[in-house]
């Protein structure tokens, strides 16, 4: 295709709120129509279209994105995550295994503070103590010696649900919702009518609930745990002795420095692009986050690097206009020549300078370049360079379809 009827609008500079370089090349590079949205130019498309013919190849994900170079790290859920980006969702990884997973439903090793003898329950008076905070410091005791109630209503059938979480844990909405659907935060009316007193609520002696509780709170013996009654509270409580839930799960929101649930490496945080998603034997592609991905993971200072497979054209082909030498119209020879032979072309047809031409051509970052200049026509020859290399060759012009392939062959 040609430059002008693609209508390519390149940016010399960088947006005056950048972002990180392989947005701003998209931007600059006209893959993106708009700096602050998705929204593709043809050359975006036109590359998205290309990844979709690279992924009707190779149909293992792993291979997939081993031709786009970009590395990819695979969930618990299948999920395949990007993490070079400072776009994205939040995520948990660990550097020693590799580990990751979406902040809000990712696992970690629960560490079991003592492994004491069960005590005997008791009843305690505990004034002004309705939160874990005043709990712990009335009683001189750390938070994870504590039980946390939370009480929610679950919207499918109207059910107050009792979760019971350690005192220095917190709930992670989105595995309870994974585990029991939509809910919200229960009423003071709905936690006295199922029998448990606010502040001070216990999962003892509960009738009208549905108690979950945390799996770390099956090894942690002896917490302190609400009575059900204000200004009261149970020393000693232990599970199973004490009372039973009708679900035990991993409920509680891991973070930042969190031992790794494989490994004895740390969890730290990171921004991850979804760029597909495993459903059985059918990967989802997510085609605007790989662009990103791509271009996050191939570009330098002067503009993208982008591939081979996933280029939005092979070779970036342009004239540098002579005052013997027709350049253009040999260079429209060639553009025609390369086509037949299957090479895709963009065919940069301006009247602009040479110096324009060779920074948009880095700035697009199509795989190689080819330029027609008058000199090397005198001798039969164009000028070659592959992006990525510093050195430029000669080519005699019945070579160059030939010379090109074997540069783009895998």
Partial sequence: MKYRDLQIQTQRKPPNKKLEDGIDFLYRAYYLSQYFDDILSPLGARTISRLLEVKSVH?????????????????????????????????LHCLSCKYVSLYE???????????????PIKKVHTPDSDTIESLANYLKIPKEKTAKALMFWRILDQK?????????MFVSEAKLRNLIGEFRPATREEIIA?????????????????????????????????????????????????????????IVQADQDFLCPNCNGTLKSFKGLLVAKINGQQTDIHYYEILVALAETNHDEK???????????????MHIPGKELDTHAKAEEIYNELQSAGISVLFDDRDERAGVKFNDADLIGC?????????????????LKPRKEKDKQLVLIEEIAE????ILKP
């Fill in 403 to 406: 010379k090109i392939k074997s």
């Fill in 367 to 383: 795989p190689i370049r080819v330029t027609v200049g008058e000199k090397g026509l005198k001798e039969g020859m164009v000028e």
């Fill in 303 to 317: 503009g993208l690097t982008i591939p081979h497979p996933a280029a939005p054209f092979d070779v970036y082909l």
């Fill in 194 to 250: 199922a029998g448990a007193s606010p502040g001070y609520a216990s999962p003892i002696g509960l009738k009208k609930a549905i108690i979950i509780v945390d799996d770390l709170i099956t090894k942690s013996p002896n917490l302190v745990a609400g009575a059900n009654e204000s200004g009261y509270h149970f020393l000693n409580v232990n599970y199973e002795r004490d009372y039973t839930a009708h679900i035990i799960e991993d």
């Fill in 59 to 91: 149909q293992p994900p792993e291979d997939f994105f081993a031709q786009l170079n970009i590395p990819i790290y695979k969930s618990e859920q299948n999920e395949l995550f990007f993490l070079g980006s400072k776009q994205g969702k939040a995520v």
């Fill in 160 to 168: 107050l649900v009792f979760v019971v979480v350690r005192g220095d």
């Fill in 105 to 119: 439903v990712a696992k970690f090793d629960k560490k079991v503070h003592s492994l004491e003898p069960l005590s």
